[in-house]
């Protein structure tokens, strides 16, 4: 028996098994969510009240998701995810509750592959995508059924890096037209990143921010060029490979934008100056932060305040800016955090506040996507500090993937 330990502990240690646990442990952990019932807010117009929806998969239906601007967006793959509960489970609530909580548990695991892929960094890629299977801050993306569009959309958008990282890492290297080194590939552009792309963004608009994370993957930890050693034309070369998708994330932006001044739900200069604005913006990028270390108290919704108090503000503004510099003073060094912060402050420009919808100041929901950056700048200094601090020059932690 003791001989077979060892075999025993490598076949658990396998990726595969990895991601099959992280993903049955996210499903007993959210499990009891699919006893909840609806909500009064939002799931009537999602679900419970909704004839389009109740009415299951039909030929109407299917047009109206595709050209409705019900809730005020146009997310048309939420719609018809939401008719599918309907057609196979019925009109009450436990098949939502289930779908949503599936999606989580497949998400949890696709992030696990995803680092595993780009970084070789087993146990830390898995601890990253535990932190955010588990994190209380996104119990609302899950057990909320109108919030479907958070589970569904980072779900494609998962698979589309993952497309996109197979594409980068099989480029062949040699020299580009400019005669600097960067990896050629059979197709300009990765036809299948594009669609999970364009299927995240019929999910949830907020999926416009996908382009500039390819870039911050492209500097770490795909390492296609250098944030120090900038020189234009390979950032021009990366930008243009990647013109397709900020198309598509324009159109989103345009799209996204209409309908919600349709819906009455974008909220104009007068009854939120662009001060308050900025003012809630800093405020709230340091109070997701806050809520990242400590979860309390949650809730749905957070009122907006007006005007925040200027030491809050001025406090938040420093922290974010000290932050930043250090990221950028550890581009070199450590460019993990470089791209886990910057992945945090990025994919939360659309929900900020600066173009004000409803009148929240912000949400739990909001954080789905941009923790995983921080989860990933925070376990990587997490690792590299533990093994300076406890590991001998030779101790192979000092060279494991990063």
Known sequence: MTDSAPGKLQLLSHPKILGLLLGLVTLCVFWPAKDFDFLGYDDPGYFSENPNILGGVTAANVAWAFTSGDAANWHPLTW?????????????????????????????????????????????????????????????????????????????????????????????????KFGIGIKHHSSPYNFPALIFFTLALMSKPMAVTMPFLLLLLDAWPLRRFSISDFRFPVLRTLVVEKVPFFALSGLACVITFIVQKNGGTVATLDAFPLGMRLENAF?????????????????????????????????????????????????DSRPYFFTGWFWFLGTLVPVIGLVQVGDQAMADRYSYLPLIGMFIALVWLAAELAADCCCSPGCPCRHAPS
């Not at 018809?80 to 509960?85: R, V």
């Not at 109070?287 to 907006?304: D, E, S, V």
Request: a positive charge; proline letters at 6%.
């Open 80 to 176: 018809l995810s939401l008719m599918l509960d309907a057609e196979i489970f019925g009109h009450g609530p436990a098949g939502p509750h289930l779908t949503n909580i599936l999606f989580h548990a497949a998400n949890a695991a696709l992030l696990f592959f995803l680092l595993l892929r780009l970084t070789g960094a087993r146990w830390r890629s898995l601890l990253v995508a535990a932190l955010f299977a588990l994190h209380p801050l996104h119990v609302e993306s899950v057990a909320w059924i109108a919030e479907r569009k958070d589970v569904l959309s980072l779900f494609f958008e998962l698979l589309a890096l993952l497309a996109y990282a197979r594409w980068a890492q099989r480029g062949e290297c040699g020299e580009n």
């Open 283 to 331: 405020v709230s990028y340091a109070r997701y932060l806050g809520k990242m270390f400590w979860p309390t108290p949650l809730a749905n919704p957070y009122p907006h305040p007006g005007h925040w108090p200027v030491l809050l503000v001025l406090g938040s503004i420093i922290l974010l800016a000290v932050a930043s510099i250090l990221a950028f003073r550890w581009r």
